[in-house]
């Protein structure tokens, strides 16, 4: 098991039921391939530095977890069909 780091940007359009919704669809993809998570918290809604698919802004999210290589590969997938996510960021803490 390795730490991972993982940054979203979900669409600013998204309300907050939502924005949860999408919260515990990615928590579900972690903890279904064995991952743990030690921290799942929205940073609030940030300019971004150029668009994004015409938008201007975006709602963050951090969440820092551990799990092996391979269950990443299946992660990232999952994000890159995820409609609402703009954009994410996984990297390994430590090593």
């Known amino acids: 098991m390795r ?15 939502n924005l949860k919704a999408t919260v515990d669809k990615i928590s579900r ?4 391939k064995g991952g743990n998570i030690s921290q799942f918290e929205p ?11 015409k938008f201007m802004e975006g709602n963050y999210l951090l969440a820092k977890f551990q799990s092996d290589a391979k269950a990443t590969k299946e ?3 999952n994000l890159k069909m995820a409609e609402d996510v703009l954009r994410y960021l996984l ?5």
Request: glycine fraction near 6%; charge should be negative.
């Open 43 to 53: 940073q609030g809604k940030r300019k971004l530095a150029y668009p994004i698919k």
């Open 29 to 32: 993809w972690i903890t279904d």
């Open 3 to 17: 730490d991972y780091e993982l940054t979203i940007i979900v669409n600013p359009q998204v309300d907050e039921e």
């Open 75 to 77: 992660i990232e997938t």
């Open 91 to 95: 990297i390994k803490v430590g090593e």
